[in-house]
T-cell receptor, first 114, second 111 residues
Framework: DSGVTQTPKHLITATGQRVTLRCSPR?????VYWYQQSLDQGLQFLIQ???????AKGNILERFSAQQFPDLHSELNLSSLELGDSALYFC?????????????FGSGTRLTVV | TQLLEQSPQFLSIQEGENLTVYCNSS?????LQWYRQEPGEGPVLLVT?????EVKKLKRLTFQFGDARKDSSLHITAAQPGDTGLYLC???????????FGTGTSLTVIP
């Protein structure tokens, strides 16, 4: 158990639908990162939050959005889902912002869009 | 466009053999990390290197950061089945906020 909790572990939904992925960071960690992992693209950075504020954006589609709440948990919202959105979505946390400290990853949410 | 290219992409070896995985880029990185990922799990941090030419050892694993901070290698001595997994390098090109992950090397160690 890494200390980063992601729910649900698996999600199957239809095209056009909207889903919410949830992440609870490791205790004490203020930074949360979202990554998408697919077979052809590898791990792609989506977005980072630090203590409730957005800090960095990667290749995140406009159909996707995220937020970090006062209790530091984060949610990634995916809407108007397409078949190509099927992937593993990982949340990672770190104690501070800045890449030197390394990330602790959760076990991921496997999203299948049918 | 992938900033970090790893080679080989796949590697299957016998228990006890040595191996080296490479992570190359044309970009300079302020820090570079190696992770190992097992099926159904998230990547687990193995090491962070920040100084050009730096060498770090973690039991049977030796990590090296290139002098120009554009490349890195991971050497495993006497591989064991427990080393099986996807090895990922990740570099920060200076943003301070995110890593770019490499393409990954899938290692299988056969008992």
């Amino acid at each position: 158990d890494s200390g980063v909790t992601q729910t649900p572990k698996h999600l199957i939904t239809a095209t056009g639908q909207r889903v919410t992925l949830r992440c609870s960071p490791r205790s004490g960690d203020l930074s949360v990162y979202w990554y998408q992992q697919s077979l052809d693209q590898g791990l792609q950075f989506l977005i980072q939050y630090y203590n409730g504020e957005e800090r960095a954006k990667g290749n995140i589609l406009e159909r996707f959005s995220a937020q970090q709440f006062p209790d530091l948990h984060s949610e990634l919202n995916l809407s108007s889902l397409e078949l190509g959105d099927s992937a593993l979505y990982f949340c990672a946390s770190s104690a501070r912002t800045g890449t030197y400290y390394g990330y602790t990853f959760g076990s991921g949410t496997r999203l299948t869009v049918v | 466009t992938q900033l970090l290219e790893q080679s080989p992409q796949f590697l299957s070896i016998q228990e006890g053999e040595n191996l080296t995985v490479y992570c190359n880029s044309s970009s300079v990185f302020s820090s570079l990390q190696w992770y190992r990922q097992e099926p159904g799990e998230g990547p687990v941090l193995l090491v962070t290197v920040v100084t050009g030419g730096e060498v770090k050892k973690l039991k049977r694993l030796t990590f090296q950061f290139g002098d120009a901070r554009k490349d890195s290698s991971l050497h495993i001595t006497a591989a064991q089945p427990g080393d099986t997994g996807l090895y990922l390098c990740a570099g920060d090109p200076g943003t301070g906020n995110q890593f770019y992950f490499g393409t990954g090397t899938s290692l299988t160690v056969i008992p």
